[in-house]
């Protein structure tokens, strides 16, 4: 088992920069895959960059040039840079971790562990 605790979410000006953070603990070593998705009020929930565990990144449409996904494999720590925010990146953020080699990687399905989600919320 791996749980998940995200942190960092809060409230900012559209333009502003937001760092999201999410604490692995537990069977850390099996984790193959992380991610972050969102999901605003009325949506589904959407991916925003994935990473696998070797550090190589991937980032959806929305999270491209804005985001950056990165990984703290001594503190198992992943995080989310996101910079240049929009009113329209308001949403809860959750991160995500999946034990298995091989997945595809923005379905939400393909994920087995999930943080509670932190609440980011940009104003225009």
């Known amino acids: 088992q791996v749980q998940l605790a995200e942190s960092g979410g809060g409230s900012v000006q559209a333009g502003g920069s937001l760092r999201l953070s999410c604490a692995l603990s537990?069977?850390?070593?099996?984790?193959?895959?992380m991610a972050w998705f969102r999901q605003a009020p009325g949506e589904g929930r959407e991916g925003v960059a994935f990473?696998?565990?070797?550090?190589?990144?991937t980032y959806a449409d929305v999270g491209k040039g804005r985001f950056t996904i990165s990984r703290d494999s001594a503190k198992n720590t992943l995080y989310l840079e996101m910079n240049s925010l929009k009113p329209e990146d308001t949403s809860v953020y959750y991160c995500?971790?999946?034990?298995?080699?091989?997945?595809?990687?923005?379905?939400?399905?393909?994920?087995?562990?999930w943080g509670q989600g932190t609440q980011v919320t940009v104003s225009s």
């Open positions: 995500a971790a999946s034990p298995r080699t091989a997945i595809s990687i923005m379905k939400e399905s393909e994920y087995t562990y």
């Open positions: 537990g069977a850390t070593y099996s984790v193959y895959f």
């Open positions: 990473i696998h565990r070797s550090g190589l990144p």
